[in-house]
């Protein structure tokens, strides 16, 4: 299988890239939660399913909101997988190339801050969304006291 020049070759180096970083965060949330709050619905009759999204959702959400976040923002730094791995000017062409190209092909600086500027704008609205999505789920303290 070949995984140069094109699209798979940069999906397999954003998932090895991506993954530990995603994991280890939500792990630390994850170990975060007061395992006595399960075993407190289990006696009360909460199946697992019940216990999960009553008690374990809630709980993680702010921190896999803040996951969900880092990732998307990590995502646009692309550049060196889609040139090396990818095919630039093919299918794995990303906004990045394209100011890339703009700055340092072209030599147009106006073209490629415009590019740069609505990238971040583009990151700053999804953040924000993601953000104020926030709060319509559980807004109390995340942790039972462990530690």
């Not at 995603?22 to 949330?29: D, G, K, N, Q, V």
């Not at 007061?34 to 216990?51: H, M, V």
């Not at 030599?107 to 801050?113: H, K, M």
Request: charged share 5%.
């Amino acid at each position: 299988m070949r995984l140069t020049h094109n699209y798979w070759g940069v999906l397999i180096s954003l998932i090895v890239s991506g993954f530990p970083f995603a994991f280890l965060l939500t792990l630390s949330y994850v170990t975060g939660i007061d395992p006595t709050l399960a075993r407190t619905a289990a006696t009360l009759g909460a199946s697992p399913w019940q216990q999960f999204r009553q008690i374990y959702l809630p709980l993680l959400l702010p921190g896999l909101t803040m996951t969900a976040c880092l990732s998307f923002v990590q995502a646009f730094s692309v550049f060196p997988s889609a040139v090396l791995l990818g095919a630039p000017a093919g299918p794995t062409r990303v906004i990045s190339i394209a100011a890339s190209e703009a700055a340092f092909e072209s030599y147009d600086y106006s073209l490629a801050s415009t590019i740069a500027i609505v990238m971040g704008f583009v990151q700053l609205l999804v953040v924000g969304g993601m953000l104020g999505a926030r709060r319509f789920f559980y807004t109390g303290p995340v942790t039972g006291g462990k530690g």
